[in-house]
């Protein structure tokens, strides 16, 4: 289930509630301990998708309220990591309709990937991307005051998102690995040295 976290039982979302820690201290109990929470498709609200935006403020009712939440789990020494999609951009976002189309990936046929449609599969070579996702983090950080970054669907050299798109302004075909390289120290940059980035 994308709607996380409505399924998890940290959000209510007739109620606006959000409850991260009661349900850490659950699993402290469970597990005998929680080293890191890691909240993965926080960004999801029911208009705009999981991917793209990441604004999914008015749905979890403010975010003062996601960022409150955050600092109880810091307080009791527990890290907060957010999960940030690195290459899908759901149609329904702002973003999706403002540049998925264009910034997307094509496969050798000249035709979008596929394996997560109906999201976009972004080309990392798009200097517009790197600058968009890059800022998109330290926006996250800044607003939410998680320290931990996970960007999703990296490490992939193979043909299977090389991109073959020649209005990009790269070569083609191109493999992701120089785009991500050049994702990946934009969003270091950005975050700045006190925060986590990890990835797949």
């Known amino acids: 289930n994308f709607a996380v976290p409505e399924s998890s039982g940290m959000f209510d979302p007739e109620t606006k509630k959000l409850d991260l820690l009661t349900v850490v201290k659950k699993d402290i109990e469970l597990f005998g301990g929680v ?6 498709d926080w960004g999801w609200d029911p208009v705009h998708g999981r991917c793209g935006d990441y604004n999914p403020w008015v749905y979890l009712g403010g975010v003062e309220n996601f960022r409150n939440q955050v600092t ?6 527990i890290p907060v990591g957010l999960y940030i999609e690195g290459i899908l951009v759901d149609p329904q976002s702002e973003l999706g309709k403002a540049h998925g189309e264009q910034w997307q990936m094509l496969n050798a046929e000249g035709k979008p990937y596929t394996y997560f449609a109906p999201s976009y599969h ?3 070579r798009v200097p517009q991307w790197q600058d968009y996702l890059s800022d998109t983090y330290a926006r996250v950080k800044n607003e939410t005051g998680a320290m931990g970054f996970y960007i999703d669907e990296y490490g992939f050299s193979s ?13 083609t075909p191109v493999t992701p690995v120089v785009g991500e ?4 120290r934009q969003v270091r940059t950005k975050l700045g040295p006190d925060a986590a980035i990890y990835t797949e």
């Open 122 to 124: 972004i080309c990392m």
């Open 35 to 40: 080293d890191y929470l890691h909240l993965f």
């Open 181 to 184: 390289r050049q994702m990946l």
């Open 159 to 171: 043909p299977t998102y090389w991109c073959y798109n020649t209005t990009h302004g790269h070569p």
């Open 72 to 77: 109880a789990v810091k307080a009791e020494k």
